[in-house]
């Protein structure tokens, strides 16, 4: 069975971001026929490092990240968030 490695940007506690990223590994296999291998590693230098080294398949970044992994590595993002600003108007 093929190995898909996913990493994730270190953003709480990495056993309570294990536990709740299972629902995601479970559906990633289910979708994909693969072997899903999450890490989270211990701060955002070494999910660069991840990356740039091929230690990884897919990660997850934030927009730092990102930009350091894009410049050293060369990554190009498959999806990413958009932020919806709402304004509001006040009337007299």
Known sequence: QPVLRLAMI???DPGKFMRESQPLVAYLEKETGSRVELV????YAAVV????????DVAYLGG????QASKRAGVQPLVHSQRIHHTTR???
Not at 40 to 43: E, G, L, Q, R, S
Not at 64 to 67: D, I, K, L, R
């Open 64 to 67: 730092f990240t990102f930009v």
């Open 10 to 12: 270190p953003t709480t």
């Open 90 to 92: 006040v009337s007299d």
């Open 49 to 56: 490092e991840a990356v740039a080294n091929d230690q990884v």
């Open 40 to 43: 989270v590693p211990t701060n």
